[in-house]
């Protein structure tokens, strides 16, 4: 059980990386505390399982370091680091028997066999593994084969964290739900770190108390997934979390606001006075389909739009309306009356985001 | 009703014709001769089982099958742990491995009989490097009359000629193992033994399989080598099956007994493949 800490971490796979492109992961200063249910999420190719991996020590990061603890691992193997690791495909030992795969970490850390029949019983009556203990592990389907890739990682309840990458990928629906809550009581019960990576949004929830959203080799957002959803603080949050994303538009400066084409939204002074100080960057205002205000008639403080397009999903309806040449997506409830061909709206103003080069600009952050 | 199209059978001829000519009839012909005796062109007598009872009762033969069992077993019993062993020192990227890759090669393209010619060479106590160094060192060594020598010399050549063979097996079976399989042996901080013997060996299975017939079948069917290298000798220490059924069928012109032996000896072979076979695959339908 540790604190892990990543300090001024980053990696190239190339030997002599040339600029940013180069970097799978981009320097980068983190913390998963002890005993947290984090998830790590983000799009393929984003540099997830590359930091899971210098995380277990399977890949030696190009740059800064990893601390167990406040104390630096770089140097250490993942079979000294005392980590578990899942892997997105199974992986069992063909020729032993489940029960043999499920001791097989514990007899290499040389554990008491009486000690290591308890653990192994413990883990299986969690993952329901029970009747197929004494089966050899090259019989099993998939998804029973995945849960003892997992069981291994869950048996050894003394390491220092259990990383997973995409563990579910392989696993029926159901049963994704049912092992995801099974992670979970395991996390409660043996308050042991967590770090699980998922291009799933759904999943990360579910699972994590707080999600670190990773966007082209950097975390973007570390936060629970009410703050992922209400103050995304990059584009990129606003766009992969929710369905749909957030509606983005950009916009440049003017008196007392912003504006596209004719548009003219009217911001506060004090987010007036910010973007005064940052001549040249591009600016995008965002906000979500869930919190654009649709009026049912015209009224003084609406914008006026024309439906383009409407989508019943069963509980709740999807407009695509443009406004001034901007495609948006609104989201409705049920019961809400739908607008033909004309909608009046407006954006509330604490839903409405401003971003400055992609990152969420605050009203009263101090200039760096 | 049921249209019956029967022509599709003449496209099945070719092969058919194919494996006539190349198994069966000259099978049939041993057969053949293997129930006969046969004197000339016109006289011959049916004899039935009784080349079978004098080849299954001759204790020459006794002597070159256990010879040959032996002999089997001691190749397979060096030459694939060393096969697996190199195969797993190999370097796996870079020029070093082609390099490697390729000299593990050569011995394989060697004929036979040069092989021999080779080794009776090397061996030589007057001209040969490995003859002559080994008894400048106050080794005797005379692999021409001495059974001991002799018998080393033999296999010391057919290791030096088909261990390569295993080794490129295991090489291709040893890459065709997914990453992944040895960063989960690391966390769960296996042994470089238990991953050779969980990981490594099982998945090496099937080449291994291969390896093991082709080995078998093809040490127990030698004759070019050591009837180079040795010509049987000293005495019959070295007179392996196929030699002595050479000296049968050609030496003596037994046909009758000799064809007998050849299916005998062909029966072998055919077992003992089915029971390595067997065994081998039998572990995947245990449960």
Sequence with gaps: ?368 | MKVQNNKAWWLVLPVFLLVAFSAIVPMMTVVNYSVQDIFDHSTRYFVGVDWYKQVLLDTRLHDSLLRQFIYSACVLLIEIPLGIGIALCMPTKGRWSSLVLIVLAIPLLIPWNVVGTIWQIFGRADIGLMGWSLNELGIAYNYASNTRDAWVTVLIMDVWHWTSLVALLCYSGLRAIPDVYYQAARIDRASAWAVFRHIQLPKLKSVLLIAVMLRFMDSFMIYTEPFVLTGGGPGNATTFLSQTLTQMAIGQFDLGPAAAFSLVYFLIILLVSWLFYTAMTHADKTR
């Design chain 1, 1 to 368: 059980m540790a604190e892990i800490r990543l300090h001024n971490l980053a990696h190239s796979y190339s030997r002599a990386p040339n600029g940013a492109a180069d970097y799978a992961i981009r320097e980068m200063n983190h913390v998963w505390a002890q005993g947290g249910a984090y998830a790590l999420l983000g799009p393929s190719g984003c540099g997830k399982s590359t930091l899971l991996n210098i995380i277990s020590g399977l890949l030696s990061p190009s740059h800064g370091e990893v601390q167990f603890d406040g104390k630096v691992v770089n140097q250490l193997h993942p079979e000294q680091r005392n980590i578990a690791q899942v892997f997105q495909f199974p992986v069992v030992y063909d020729t032993m028997t489940v029960f043999d795969n499920l001791a097989f970490p514990l007899r290499n850390q040389g554990m008491a066999e009486a000690k290591i029949l308890a653990k192994v019983h413990e883990i299986a009556e969690v993952l329901e593994l029970h009747p197929l203990l004494h089966k050899k592990a090259r019989n099993l389907t998939a998804d029973e084969k995945q849960k003892v890739s997992m069981g291994r990682g869950l048996v050894r309840d003394d390491v220092s964290a259990i990383l997973f990458d995409e563990p579910l990928t392989v696993i029926d629906p159901h049963l994704k739900w049912k092992l995801r809550r099974k992670l979970k009581q395991i996390h409660e019960q043996f308050n042991i770190t967590m770090v699980y990576v998922t291009h799933d949004q759904l999943e990360a929830s579910t699972f994590a108390d707080k999600i670190a959203v990773m966007y082209g080799g950097q975390i973007v957002q570390f936060g629970t997934p009410r703050e992922l959803f209400e103050r995304p603080s990059h584009t990129f949050v606003g766009y992969f979390i929710g369905s749909p994303g957030m509606n983005l538009i950009e916009v440049t400066a003017c008196d007392g606001g912003v504006r596209f084409a004719d548009t003219v939204l009217p911001l506060s002074p004090a987010l007036n006075r910010r973007i005064a100080e940052l001549p040249g960057k591009s600016l995008k205002v965002g906000i979500r389909p869930e919190f654009v205000h649709v009026w049912d008639g015209p009224n003084e403080d609406a914008l006026c739009g024309e439906v383009v397009h409407l989508e019943d999903l069963g509980t709740y309806k999807i407009l695509t309306l443009k406004l001034d040449g901007q495609l948006l997506k609104v989201r409705l409830q049920e019961d809400q009356p739908v607008p033909q061909q004309q909608v009046y709206l407006s954006f509330p103003a604490q839903w409405l985001m401003l971003y400055a080069d992609d990152y969420l600009l605050e009203s009263a952050e101090v200039l760096p």
